[in-house]
């Protein structure tokens, strides 16, 4: 069992997942990373532990209940009491409407918004009993606004922003910190890179910071679970100074 605080942190991916995950285990936290083929994060974990950090990574897919009770379940036992549990599985895609298939919305909904469900239960099951830890959720622009191609990835986001809401109603005065972080822009990863680029854009020509780093991002999840109780932020909507509103 780890003397050290546990965060989990579901959907733990190449980029704002394994920013967050180097800034928690920078903190003096053990991190343990939970995605679909975990072998994916060998590299991840090898980078933690190289610089005196510690990382544990699971095999998870959000959307399969049994699988993620017997995740935490396994973390609560095998490495400590969860300190705060964040989930950060995307499912960004983008459809014509007439293209957007049921087998599209449903998969899309299932990992946006039913593995943020199914997640923070399981989170709160054990965090409620001891009265204290940190829920949060990883939301887009498409949680505040719904855009053209964008019906299934804004539905799920919308759907995951009310679970937000709602958990943080009923948590909040049992000393659950429930909050929902809006990524509000670009971040600068290959992924946005080459959208730009498919878009006829050229990223490299872009002034300075205005693409969102994902250690900056990392950093905003960080402050938020240091916060004190008396004055926790739910919702917090992240863009770097160039982007408009």
Not at 200 to 221: F, H, I
Request: with cysteine.
């Amino acid at each position: 069992m780890s003397k050290q605080p546990i965060c989990l942190i579901v959907g733990a991916g190449d980029y704002i997942g394994a920013a967050i995950a180097k800034r928690f285990a920078a903190g003096g936290f053990t991190v343990c990373l939970a995605r679909r083929g975990g072998e994916k994060n060998a590299g991840l974990v090898a980078e933690i532990e190289a610089v005196g950090g510690k990382a544990h990574s699971y095999s998870l897919d959000a959307r399969e209940e049994e699988q993620v009770i017997a995740c935490i379940d396994s973390i609560e036992s095998e490495r400590g009491a969860l300190d705060i549990v964040i989930f950060n599985v995307g499912g960004n895609v983008n459809f014509p409407l007439l293209e957007t298939t049921e087998r599209v919305f449903r998969k899309v909904w299932m990992m946006a918004c039913l593995g943020g469900f199914l997640t923070g239960r399981e989170a709160a099951k054990h965090m409620l009993p001891r009265g204290h830890g940190s829920i949060f959720f990883t939301g887009a622009t498409a949680s505040i606004r719904g855009g053209t191609g964008y019906s299934a990835f804004a539905s799920a986001k919308f759907g995951l922003r009310a679970l937000a809401q709602s958990m943080a109603r009923e948590l909040g005065p049992k000393g659950i910190h429930v909050a929902h972080l809006i990524i509000d822009s670009g971040v600068d990863t290959e992924f946005v890179r080459q959208r730009i680029s498919a878009a006829g854009g050229d990223p490299n020509s872009l002034a300075p910071d205005t693409l969102m780093r994902p250690e900056s991002v990392a950093e905003a999840y960080w402050q938020l679970h240091s916060q004190s109780r008396d004055a926790w932020t739910h919702e917090c909507d992240i863009r770097p100074f160039a982007e408009k509103f």
